[in-house]
């Protein structure tokens, strides 16, 4: 029987309270940041008995909020804050949710946006060139252009959903769908720097 005790001191304190401190912050600081992760299980057909994971994100249009953000993006990942607020806006613009195509990118390149792998997937969204460049006219440019990469990434997203983004077979798509909604988790309580603040503003300004 797992000793409950144990179990529970072997977390450190300072990470509860900077986990607690992170998840307030949020909710104080967004005011109108709701996100919700349901798991649901496709069970009428056998060739898709996934774990799908369905968010739900709705975003004060407040540049307090889109800081917010970007700095946890920025401070996360130590991201170029430019490339932080083009994901957060053609995540909206696409009805997609900021904070799981963020942990989605988290995963796939840590938010490198010159990042090949050695299976051949290419820039943020790890885009597999042999699959992908024919289909959507991509040039080995656009693969590596941050806007361009991520137009393609959310189309495939939009039209296959986070199950499929990675693999169709089922067991690695649950795995899959676990690591993004685990990053995104981590994205949105991690507490970001004055300096990643500071950066996202100065970029919001300029943009």
Not at 27 to 45: C, H, M, P, W, Y
Not at 64 to 79: D, G, K, P
Request: charged share 20%; net charge neutral; with cysteine.
């Amino acid at each position: 029987m797992l000793n409950i005790r144990s179990s529970f001191t072997s977390y450190s304190w300072l990470e509860i309270i900077r986990t607690v401190c992170g998840v307030l912050s949020l909710i104080a600081v967004s005011f109108g940041l709701n996100i919700a992760f349901k798991t649901q299980e496709i069970i009428r057909d056998e060739r898709e008995m996934i774990s799908n994971l369905v968010v739900t994100t709705q975003i004060a249009s407040s540049q307090q909020l889109e800081t917010e953000l970007c700095a946890r993006i920025v401070h996360t990942y130590n991201s170029n804050p430019d490339i932080a607020l083009e994901v957060i806006t053609l995540a909206e613009l696409n009805g997609v949710s900021p904070v799981i195509l963020s942990g989605l990118i988290g995963v796939e390149s840590r938010f490198n946006p010159k990042a090949i792998s050695v299976t051949n997937d290419w820039g943020l969204m790890q885009i597999n060139k042999p699959i992908w460049s024919g289909n959507l006219k991509l040039t080995d440019q656009d693969l590596l252009d941050p806007r361009k990469n991520l137009e393609a990434g959310i189309k495939i997203l939009t039209t296959y959903g986070i199950s499929n983004y990675n693999s169709r077979d089922s067991e690695k798509s649950r795995q899959y769908i676990n690591r993004v909604a685990i990053e995104a988790f981590k994205l949105s309580t991690s507490i970001p720097s004055k300096k990643a603040r500071e950066a996202c503003r100065d970029a919001i300004k300029d943009n």
